[in-house]
């Protein structure tokens, strides 16, 4: 069955009326639906109270819902166990974790982290900051013209003996372009090397399955889900936590304090420092839970139609050039900047016609 676009419409307040936004940015953040707002209100209005403290009745229904959330997000992904998901703020935050936790606690001068010219900074900058304090290496995977990773060179990268971690981009938030993760995760293992996953990109619009990748670490953010902002996940698998020191010091983090010594608790609360996005948990399972009345496989037909669609009408704007933030990848293409267009299962073909009236407007005007 065909996705019913404008059914989709109906559970967005934001596009009700005849001044509904013509939004392309959904790479950058998608719209909420309704539902997603509604669960939220609901915790502010009826069962506002911080979660894992206290044994009064608000509290204990406020840790049901956001350990039910993280139950929801774990199912999502196909998690082993629940304690495998870490809620943290956004998915930048979920990798600067791992290069934190577990990069000081496993990499050593002369090691290597292996990216690839597709990543978002924010699966760049950590590894380089990483780089500064631990004096690591960081490499880069080559690519082709269409945006395809070479796998010879990753391959001969990895011969070095020397990659400790391959980080890499589920999806490009520049071309689109999805790399083979289980190829590159299963020639990573096979090297010794980790893995982690930046599914920022991904997570919206195709299913993850972190058993079937078999990858270490996947994030992730809700705001690019159709959830809320200020929440993002950390997959990890439950070994990889259980070794790995705390992120950050405070509140929920701990199972003992002494005047001189603490203990850490189990992850994933050891990664939960202070109170945690709790609306924003119990409003990222609710996305979830909405997406679930869409079938991956109608979601996927319809936005490879628009996307195919918005490739013939915007070639056929008159100094457009199709190419299919970050500026490694700018620089592979030898392009100063791109304007980016993105799409949520909410936008329309008839949308497309008239992006590509106003494209021309644009670049007539600038001429």
Not at 127 to 150: F, T, Y
Not at 310 to 316: D, N, P, Q, V, Y
Not at 335 to 360: D, H, W
Request: one cysteine or more.
């Amino acid at each position: 069955m065909a996705l019913d676009v404008q059914a989709v419409r109906r559970q967005f307040s934001v596009f009700a009326g005849k001044d509904a936004p013509l939004y392309f940015d959904s790479a950058a953040t998608a719209q909420t639906p309704d539902a997603v707002i509604e669960a939220m209100d609901e915790y502010y209005r009826t069962y506002c109270a911080n979660v894992h403290r206290g044994m009064h009745a608000l509290t204990e229904r406020a840790t049901l819902r956001y350990e039910e959330a993280r139950k929801t997000v774990g199912a999502f992904i196909n998690a082993k166990y629940p304690r495998e998901i870490v809620f943290t703020k956004n998915c930048t935050e979920s990798i600067n974790l791992v290069a934190r936790a577990w990069g000081e606690q496993n990499l050593q001068a002369g090691d290597t982290v292996l990216l690839s010219p597709l990543e978002h900074h924010s699966n760049i900058v950590p590894w380089l900051q990483l780089k500064e304090r631990r004096n690591i290496a960081v490499e880069w995977m080559e690519m082709d013209d269409a945006g395809r990773l070479k796998m010879e060179s990753l391959k001969k990268i990895l011969g070095k003996g020397k990659v400790k971690l391959v980080a890499i981009t589920g999806q490009s938030n520049v071309l689109g372009v999805r790399p083979d993760l289980q190829k590159i995760i299963r020639m990573a293992h096979d090297a010794g090397a980790r893995t982690l996953v930046d599914a920022a990109q991904l997570i919206a619009h195709h299913p993850v399955d972190v058993q079937a990748l078999g990858c270490d670490f996947l994030a992730f953010s809700g705001h690019k889900l159709y959830g809320p902002t200020g929440i993002g996940v950390l997959y990890g698998k439950r070994d990889l936590l259980e070794e790995m020191p705390p992120f950050l010091g405070g509140g929920m983090m701990i199972h003992e304090v002494k005047t001189d010594r603490f203990s850490p608790g189990e992850p994933p609360q050891k990664f939960e420092a202070g109170t945690p996005p709790i609306a924003q948990a119990i409003g990222l399972a609710a996305a979830i839970e909405w997406m679930k009345q869409f079938p991956w496989k109608d979601i996927e037909t319809y936005e490879r139609s628009l996307i195919q669609k918005a490739l013939t009408l915007l070639g056929k704007v008159d100094g457009n050039k199709p190419l299919g933030c970050t500026q490694p990848l700018h620089e592979r293409l030898n392009v100063p900047a791109t304007t980016r267009l993105s799409i949520g299962m909410y936008n329309t073909a008839e949308e497309l016609e008239t992006l590509k009236v106003e494209m021309q407007k644009a670049l007539d005007l600038l001429r």
